[in-house]
């Protein structure tokens, strides 16, 4: 496993440190928009089978790398590995995402629920990012990556997928006790699999809290934030002679800004309904930033999608600290070469914004 790397800018950003040119990547740039991603998925059968087999999520974590000037790459997983290795049976219904066949509701579900053992009971991810790194050899940075306890504990509340939350969140507020129950199992079972993750090669760890946005701002801290903070400071933060930064991105966290960037992360994304230079402004000085395109300017022509990230760069402005992405995971419809029009605008177009007079 290589440990030097031919593009480190990507890290670099992340400790707001110089680089030439803004780095860029996309959530869920290993995907369906993809038609190679569709072939490699088709062959293993259904998407939990791509997910536990190595061979396969490292192919489908490297196929955008050979399309785009990507300045890193990021473990294929899904982030419901965790909530099915504690034990509540994941499985996909066709067309209705993923279910579970046993959802915590009680007192007696959370006790039954196992911490996780990533290397008895997650193998197959910490088995991918090592083929994973060696298949890189040095060439960009790889991201591992969890769910946020909150934003796990929803799918094992609910079942599955939810409109309203109304069953997790009638546990928040009747029974607050049991829920701190199940995050605290689930953040312990987090810290595990990422320091996994990280020790098998990881170089960055990002945490995704996609339903943090639907609480309140003091349920936000308590429920959330606070579980997140636990985990980064369970994290190890130096390997292989470097820092290992952490990304927490809450998708609508943008009026929470100040008190996300007191979480420990060293950077936190955006989503795209905040502007860039206000989020600078706020908590620039704290952290790096991630972001924050609306995945959707991908379906506009081309120089729509220049036009959109030129604005994104100049609300940034001058100096280290920013890594382009978009504010969300990029749609399946997008054709990939406008993919390729936002990756090539990103590096063209930062060049200047990183001169140092």
Not at 228 to 235: A, C
């Amino acid at each position: 496993m290589s440990t030097s790397l031919k593009n480190d800018r990507f890290l670099r950003a992340l400790l707001r440190q110089d680089v030439d040119v803004t780095p860029v990547w996309m959530m869920r740039q290993a995907g369906r928009y993809l038609p190679e991603y569709r072939a490699t998925r088709a062959q293993a059968g259904d998407f939990l089978t791509l997910c536990k087999t190595p061979a396969l999520a490292c192919e489908v974590t490297l196929q955008p790398l050979r399309r785009f000037a990507l300045d890193a790459a990021i473990l294929f997983s899904d982030i419901l590995t965790v909530p099915d290795a504690m034990g509540i049976e994941l499985y996909f219904e066709q067309g209705e995402g993923p279910r579970f066949r046993k959802p915590v509701r009680s007192a007696a579900d959370v006790d039954a629920l196992r911490i996780v053992d990533t290397q008895r009971d997650l193998r197959y991810v910490t088995d991918a990012v090592a083929l994973i790194r060696r298949e890189l050899n040095g060439s960009v940075p790889l991201i591992g990556f969890s769910g946020s306890p909150w934003t796990i504990a929803t799918y094992m509340v609910e079942g599955g997928g939810s409109k309203d939350f109304a069953i997790i969140k009638q546990m928040m507020m009747a029974t607050p006790a049991l829920l701190h129950g199940l995050l605290d199992k689930v953040a312990q079972s987090v810290i595990g699999y990422l320091n996994a993750q990280i020790t098998a090669g990881a170089q960055a760890v990002q945490i995704f809290d996609t339903w943090g946005g639907v609480l309140s701002p003091t349920a936000y801290r308590e429920f959330s934030l606070a579980y997140m903070s636990k985990i980064i400071n369970g994290l190890i933060r130096e390997h292989e002679g470097r820092r290992v930064p952490v990304i927490v991105f809450t998708k609508n966290g943008g009026l929470w800004l100040d008190v996300i960037s007191t979480c420990g992360a060293d950077c936190v994304g955006l989503d795209w309904t905040i502007d860039i230079s206000e989020a600078r402004r706020r908590i620039g000085g704290k952290v790096a930033l991630q972001g924050n395109l609306d995945p959707s300017v991908l379906y506009a022509p081309a120089e729509v999608i220049r036009q959109e990230v030129a604005a994104i760069l100049a609300g940034f402005g001058q100096g280290n600290g920013h890594v382009f992405n978009l504010g969300h995971g990029i749609h399946q419809h997008v054709d990939p070469e406008h993919a390729r029009v936002f990756v090539d605008a990103v590096h063209e177009l930062s060049a200047p914004y990183h001169r140092h007079v």
